[in-house]
């Protein structure tokens, strides 16, 4: 059994996953992230945003704007559900 490369962790991509949207004519970062949700889980693409670019570049040979990178949307940092389901006030 091969095993799976996993790009994104946080919505379970796999390298493959990316390599065959690219193939099917998704050519930038936005499109990518828009049809794989790459780069919108709790760690807002710090981890795989920059393996997709590389996977990107090298399927189609154009090197990717870092103007092009989505922007971070907050919350920035992982909040745990605890935190935000708890009734403390923080007063």
């Known amino acids: 059994m091969k ?27 936005e499109e990518l992230r828009k049809v794989l949700r790459i780069g919108m889980g709790p760690c807002q693409g710090r981890v795989c945003i920059q393996l997709v670019m590389k996977l990107l570049e090298k399927k189609t040979g154009k090197k990717v704007s870092k103007a092009s990178l989505p922007t971070s949307r907050p919350p920035i940092v992982p909040v745990s559900l605890g935190t935000l389901a708890s009734d403390k006030d923080e007063k």
């Open 3 to 29: 095993k799976k490369a996993i790009v994104c962790r946080c919505e379970d991509i796999t390298e493959e996953d990316v390599l065959n949207a690219i193939e099917e004519g998704y050519t930038d970062i």
